[in-house]
């Protein structure tokens, strides 16, 4: 499990104050960024990316709806201007919608993830184009300024300029494996929905209790050469966690 980190705190502290009740109890990964929310809590948020698909965006709104859940969207300027509708459609039904980057950049590098392939001037250009489209549809930027970077890939960099700007990235909890739904079968790192699922739940068994806090990540549309549609399946995921004593 991930262990709080060295980061300086006081970079980010104004801004864990200013998401309250979204975080207080938190836990950060050892870049900086928000993995767990209120760790004493039996509480799951359910974060949801979109970039270039919307293929479950009618699926998820319909079982949120039904669950009576509230979800947390990130989409990327390019999702927000291909789909103005849907994300107004989202925004509206009272969900957190907030940036997922403007053209989905990736920010470093995958071995090395201390060399970043942009700088600050690229990223908080881009950052606010994100911004720009949202608000372009009537989505102002939030007094809880959230963020989930494009990838799900950053470094400690990324994570203070976050800060500087006045923003809180957060990410998906290590471990929940659900982020891993976008994978195609022609793919060596392919997993399954029902492994997603089993992998999820199997760990909860074992370890009562360690989703306090999770935010679990799942993409509002994916490729088309996955059937396989992790989405479908949500309403389950709702009613097991529920079961499990979580509140979703």
């Not at 900086?32 to 948020?45: A, L, M, P, Q, W």
């Not at 039904?93 to 590098?109: E, I, R, T």
């Not at 809880?144 to 990838?151: D, G, I, R």
């Not at 022609?186 to 370890?207: H, M, P, T």
Request: glycine share 6%; proline share 5%.
């Amino acid at each position: 499990m991930a262990k709080k980190t060295l980061f300086p705190l006081f970079l980010i502290l104004p801004f864990l104050i200013r998401a309250q009740p979204f975080y207080h109890d938190y836990l950060l990964d050892n870049q900086g960024v928000v993995i767990r929310s209120d760790r004493s809590e039996r509480r799951i948020r359910l974060l949801f990316t979109g970039h270039a698909f919307a293929d479950g965006a009618l699926d998820i709104l319909h079982t949120l709806k039904e669950k009576q859940v509230t979800g947390f969207f990130f989409f990327t300027g390019d999702f927000v201007r291909t789909y103005p509708q849907l994300t107004k459609k989202i925004y509206r039904q009272g969900h957190f919608v907030g940036p997922h980057s403007d053209k989905h950049l990736l920010y470093c590098d995958w071995d090395k993830r201390d060399s970043l392939l942009l700088n600050q001037e690229t990223f908080m250009a881009d950052l606010e184009a994100n911004y720009a489209a949202l608000d372009a549809i009537g989505i102002p930027r939030p007094d809880k300024p959230l963020f989930v970077a494009p990838y799900e890939w950053y470094n400690k960099t990324i994570t203070r300029w976050c800060s500087e700007a006045g923003i809180l990235l957060i990410n998906f909890t290590p471990h929940t494996g659900t982020n891993a739904d976008y994978t195609t079968p022609d793919e060596a790192n392919y997993k399954s929905s029902d492994r997603l699922f089993d992998q999820l739940f199997s760990r909860e068994k074992e370890d009562h209790g360690w989703l306090n806090g999770a935010q679990l990540l799942i993409h509002i549309g994916t490729d088309p050469r996955r059937t396989d549609k992790f989405y479908h399946r949500l309403g389950e995921l709702i009613d097991q966690l529920r079961a499990a004593g979580y509140l979703v």
